[in-house]
């Protein structure tokens, strides 16, 4: 399968741990996002990457958050000290980007990490 | 605020019947994409139309695109039980080359009933 994946899928902890996310986007993809989605409301973007460099962090991502892309390739998203507002659908999404002169706006979406903070 | 606000929020119709559902936003963009998800999964690209464009098709997928009124509408022909999911679109404001931070609305959701 080529589409976006992500792990773990399900995360339980407590609070004060800190846990990390990781993406691996579609391979060609240049651009890669995470978003975050909580019950009963749409996806709100956190971070985005154009290759390995972080172009845009959400004032939503605070201090306990951290996103890397070290090779321009997977996307690791770690958040210290878990509190229990942090519990959320965690999402990666990649798109294609800029390519052979055309623009490629359309994001897919991975399958979504859920964290659960007791 | 949202950007993007769906309307209605909740929508229930007999299986065959076609479903429409409505998304408004409030500044000037580049593209307005329309999103899938079943309960708890991740989220599944329908379609994007672009800002220069005013109707795009998909299958059973028709999406409208009104810039003056800043408004799309999504419809969804013959609909079946396996379209019930919650129904978003996203929209990526007009500044450089697009492709960038998706604000979405807080949906619709869509039951069909066999």
């Known amino acids: 399968d080529t589409g976006v994946s992500q792990n773990p899928r399900h995360k339980i902890t407590k609070r004060g741990q800190n846990v990390t996310f990781r993406c691996d986007p579609i391979s060609e993809h240049n651009r890669l996002y995470w978003y975050r989605q909580t019950l009963g409301q749409g996806p709100e973007f956190l971070t985005y990457?154009?290759?390995?460099?972080?172009?845009?962090k959400s004032r939503l991502l605070s201090d306990r958050f951290s996103a890397e892309r070290p090779k321009g390739s997977f996307s690791t998203l770690e958040i210290q000290r878990t509190e229990q507002g942090d519990s959320a659908m965690y999402l990666c999404a990649s798109s294609l980007g800029l390519a052979g002169g055309f623009i490629y706006n359309e994001q897919f979406f991975g399958p979504g990490t859920r964290l659960t903070v007791l | 605020s949202q950007q993007g606000e769906e309307d209605p929020q909740a929508l229930s119709i007999q299986e065959g019947e076609n479903a429409t559902m409505n998304c408004s936003y409030k500044t000037s963009i580049n593209n307005l994409q329309w999103y899938r998800q079943n309960s708890g999964r991740g989220l599944v690209h329908l379609i994007l139309i672009r800002s220069n464009e005013r109707e795009k098709h998909s299958g059973r997928l028709r999406v409208t695109l009104d810039t003056s009124k800043k408004s799309s509408s999504l419809l969804i022909t013959a609909s079946r039980a396996a379209d019930t999911a919650s129904y978003f679109c996203?929209?990526?404001?007009?500044?450089?080359?697009?492709?960038?931070?998706?604000?979405f609305g807080t949906g619709t959701r869509l039951t069909i009933i066999p």
């Open positions: 990457f154009q290759n390995e460099a972080q172009l845009e």
């Open positions: 996203a929209t990526d404001a007009r500044r450089g080359f697009g492709n960038e931070k998706l604000t």
